[in-house]
C-alpha cells in the first residue's frame, strides 16, 4: 500500500531528544526553541519567531494580537482548513467567506475586495499548497482600509512572493502575522507544531504575554522584571523542549528535504503533463509572483464522478490519494447560523482536486507506479 503520508526521521531527532532529556529540562523556551526559533529569524529574515504547540494555536494567538472581538468581520477563504476561520470564530468574530479564482484554490483578491465592510478587521490569505497568494493586492486591500492581514502560512515552509517591484520576501513575512505548522503532514515535522511570526515590533511583547498563560514570564526570565504575575488574557501555546529538539534535527536538513520533495512535484507534474495538454485533468499552476515549496502534489479533475472513480481504481491498485477542504460556507457548524449559498471556485476544489501520495521516503518506484495508474486510468 503506498500510502498518503508518512512521516519520517532524517537526522539527530532521537538524539536531540535524549539531550533534552538528559539536560534537565524538557518544559518549553530551552535550548532547542531558541535554536529552532534563530534558524527560522535568520533563515527567512522573520523579525520575530514563537514556536507553538500547533499552526492553530499560532492563529489563535494571532486573533488575539488583532483584537478580534464581537461584532468584528474577519475574511477568510471558503476553500481552507478550519483553524483559519475557528481560530477567529473563538474570539466571537463573524466569519466571511471568500473565493477561490477559478483555475487556483487560493483566495482571489477581487473576491476579497467585494467583502470588504466598516466591520471588516482583518483578512486571512491561506497560501495552498505552499504557493503564494497575491499579496500585493491582499495588502493593498488591507492598507486602504486598515484592515490586519494574518497569513496562513501551514503549508508555506521555504516559499516565496515577488512583489511588482521586484522584491522577493518568504511568505510569513509579508503580513502582520503568520502560521506554519509542523504536523506531520508538513514538509518540516514534530509531530505537532507551530509557530507564529511577528512582523511589527510593537507586538513583540504581547505576544510572549499571550503565549505565556497571560503572564511576564518571558521576561522574568531575561531578568527584565524581578517577578512574574498575570498581566493579560492568554493560553499555554509554548510547546516542550521534545518537540522543539526533534524540530531542530528536521532543521538541519532543511534543504535536503526541500530539494527531494520538489523533484518528487517536478517528476509528478512532466510526467502528467500531456493529460492536461488532453484536457483530462488539469495540473496546478504557479503564477509568476510565487514559488513552489514542493508541499504538495493534486490534480483537477473533470467532475466529482471522475475523481471518484480516479480514488477507487487507485485504491485497487493499493495507492492512497486523497481529496481535500469541503467548502466551509456549507460546513454543518456554518450553517447553523448561515444561509446555504453557492461558492462556485471553492466548490470546485471541494468536489475535484486530488491529492497525490507525497512524503519525504517516496521512492521513485512509487511515484512511477502511482503516475503509470493514472495514465492508465486516463487512457480507459
Ligand atoms: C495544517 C494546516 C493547519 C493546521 O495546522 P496544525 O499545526 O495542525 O494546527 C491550518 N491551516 C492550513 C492551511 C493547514 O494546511
Request: aromatic letters at 12%.
Amino acid at each position: 500500500m503506498i500510502p498518503f503520508n508518512k512521516p519520517f526521521i532524517i537526522g539527530n531527532e532521537l538524539k536531540y531528544i535524549e539531550d533534552a532529556v538528559k539536560s534537565g529540562k524538557i518544559s518549553g523556551d530551552g535550548i532547542f526553541t531558541k535554536k529552532c526559533q534563530d534558524f527560522f529569524q535568520a533563515k527567512y529574515s522573520f523579525p520575530k519567531v514563537l514556536l507553538t504547540t500547533s499552526c492553530t494555536d499560532a492563529l489563535e494567538m494571532a486573533a488575539i494580537l488583532c483584537d478580534i472581538k464581537e461584532g468584528d468581520e474577519v475574511i477568510v477563504p471558503s476553500y481552507t482548513f478550519v483553524s483559519s476561520a475557528n481560530a477567529f470564530a473563538l474570539r466571537g468574530a463573524k466569519i466571511i467567506f471568500a473565493d477561490s479564482y477559478s483555475d487556483n484554490p487560493n483566495v482571489d483578491p477581487e473576491s476579497i475586495e467585494k467583502l470588504i465592510t466598516p466591520k471588516t478587521k482583518a483578512i486571512v490569505p491561506v497560501h495552498y499548497a505552499g504557493i503564494a497568494c497575491d499579496m500585493e493586492k491582499i495588502l493593498n486591500l488591507a492598507k486602504m482600509h486598515n484592515l490586519f492581514v494574518i497569513e496562513d502560512a501551514a503549508q508555506a515552509i521555504d516559499s516565496y512572493y515577488t512583489f511588482s517591484n521586484g522584491t522577493k520576501k518568504a511568505l510569513g513575512s509579508i503580513g502582520h502575522f503568520a502560521a506554519f505548522s509542523f504536523h506531520e503532514t508538513k514538509n518540516i515535522i514534530a509531530g505537532e507544531g507551530g509557530m507564529l511570526v511577528i512582523n511589527h515590533p510593537e507586538y513583540f511583547e504581547r505576544a510572549e504575554i499571550i503565549r505565556e498563560k497571560g503572564t511576564n514570564r518571558s521576561a522574568f526570565f531575561r531578568g527584565e522584571v524581578n517577578k512574574y504575575g498575570w498581566v493579560d488574557i492568554g493560553s499555554s501555546f509554548l510547546p516542550s523542549e521534545i518537540i522543539a529538539a526533534f524540530l531542530f534535527a528536521q532543521l538541519e536538513h532543511l534543504d535536503t528535504i526541500q530539494e527531494k520533495r520538489k523533484q518528487i512535484w517536478e517528476n509528478y507534474y512532466y510526467s502528467l503533463q500531456d493529460l492536461d495538454n488532453n484536457k483530462l485533468i488539469k495540473l496546478p499552476k504557479i503564477p509568476n509572483y510565487a514559488t513552489n515549496n514542493g508541499h504538495m502534489f493534486y490534480i483537477v479533475c473533470n467532475s466529482y464522478e471522475e475523481r471518484s472513480s480516479l480514488i477507487n481504481h487507485m485504491k485497487s491498485k493499493e495507492i492512497h490519494p486523497v481529496f481535500h477542504y469541503l467548502s466551509l460556507n456549507k460546513s454543518e457548524y456554518y450553517l447553523k447560523n448561515n444561509d446555504l449559498f453557492e461558492m462556485p471556485n471553492s466548490d470546485k476544489f471541494t468536489d475535484c482536486l486530488l491529492r497525490l501520495p507525497f512524503y519525504y521516503e517516496l521512492s521513485a518506484e512509487e511515484q512511477y507506479k502511482i503516475i503509470d495508474t493514472i495514465k492508465e486510468y486516463a487512457k480507459n
